[in-house]
């Protein structure tokens, strides 16, 4: 129980009065955990949380020790109040002694009065919220998706909070009970000599919490295997083997905890045409001979867009790669990586008697030293 506890009106909130018997309140009780009880509002927060709070109410005036010192502290500290700024009749602002208890401070009266009921058996428990796990998976996206970015369906499954008890751990017409060890903290002190470690409780493995009758479906752990079908945003320009982050996607959260993250491992199927270079894409381009020796303008493919004129020069070598900028992949900051296009010399497989008239014309015409000579030489003086 916090320090501020004490201030909670847990007659209101079983709707007794202060002078209600042990056997009234539990009446009381009954009527409103059958109400309230998450397996008979699925899904509803506040039902969950009005749960939580006449759960810990009943947990406080359902024992007579308890119920004594939560009365006395409400009797001593709850409305008292008393001046500030100055002296008592000189227009003093006055403050509730209450927000001496939430000042954060590890010395103040809040850490004194929340011994009280955190230091004796049968305190009432703080549920803690648990982050949710993270979850990997994998899909497999088209070139062109990959490139362009897409939304992508991936079913997912892993653990979650049991359907059946709603994630309590506890058969259907039960609640679970304070842990007998650490009192509701999920805590527990170790001493080691000059000082002491706090660690989660190894009877309720700090949920606070232990189940005397469990749930039949999830044998008492409040997890159960389940499926779900999430849509997913794969970013533009993700490449093969990468792995990307998906926050919030993961596993849900416990008691108002966030959820886990997703992490997709992304595999692109090659493209019949385009490659790709980091943010580059490539693409070979077939060219003739007559096109690289005199020179030409030749129509140059582009993804998903119309095609590029690009000029070649007269004396272009073959495997020469042309730069077409603006036509890549989409980078992080918006802009767009080059077309990088790669021309290749065909060799034509039929010849007709008038090309090849033609070309030895060509071979005539073009004869002199042997060009590869050169690399012959270079080669001869390497051995």
């Known amino acids: 129980m916090s320090a501020k506890d004490y201030q909670k009106d847990y007659y209101k909130a079983l709707g007794v009065t202060k002078t209600a018997t042990a056997a009234e309140i539990k009446k009381s009780y009954r009527e409103l955990a059958r109400k309230w009880h998450p397996d008979a509002n699925k899904g509803s927060a506040d039902a969950e949380e009005r749960f939580k709070e006449i759960t810990e109410a009943y947990n406080v005036l359902s024992d007579d020790k308890q119920r004594k010192e939560y009365d006395e502290a409400r009797s001593t500290f709850g409305g008292f109040r008393v001046p500030t700024g100055g002296r008592a009749g000189q227009g003093g602002t006055p403050f509730d002694l209450g927000d001496l208890f939430g000042s954060g401070t590890s010395d103040g009266l809040g850490d004194v009065l929340g011994g009280i009921f ?95 009758d469990p749930c039949t479906a999830c044998n008492g752990s409040g997890r159960a295997m389940s499926s779900r079908t999430i849509q997913a945003r794969i970013p533009a320009g993700v490449a093969d083997g990468q792995r990307i982050r998906l926050p919030g996607k993961g596993a849900p959260g416990e008691h108002g905890g966030k959820a886990g993250d997703l992490y997709v491992r992304v595999h692109v199927t090659p493209n019949e045409v385009f490659g790709r ?15 690289l020796a005199l020179g030409a303008e030749i129509k140059v493919p582009t993804h998903r867009g119309p095609a590029v004129t690009v000029r070649i020069p007269p004396g272009t070598p073959n495997g020469k790669v042309f730069r077409v900028a603006g036509r890549g992949v989409r980078r992080k900051d918006g802009t767009l990586g080059a077309l990088l296009a790669t021309v290749e010399v065909t060799v034509p497989q039929d010849l007709s008697s008038k090309a090849k008239s033609a070309l030895e014309d060509l071979r005539i015409a073009t004869a002199g030293a042997d060009p590869r000579e050169e690399l012959l030489r270079r080669a001869r003086q390497g051995s």
């Open 118 to 212: 955190r230091n004796r058996g049968g305190g009432s428990a703080t549920t803690r919220a648990r982050r949710g796990a993270d979850v990997e998976t994998e899909t497999t996206l088209p070139f062109g998706d990959a490139i362009e970015g897409a939304t992508v369906s991936l079913r997912l499954t892993g653990e979650g909070p049991c359907p059946v008890c709603g994630g309590t751990g506890a058969k259907s017409g039960t609640v679970p009970k304070v842990c007998p060890d650490c009192h509701g903290t999920g805590q527990q002190s170790r001493n080691l000599g000059g000082f002491g470690l706090s660690e989660p409780c190894k009877t309720c493995r700090g949920r606070g919490l232990v189940v005397e």
């Open 277 to 291: 270079n980091g943010d580059n894409l490539t693409v070979t381009v077939p060219v003739t001979i007559t096109e």
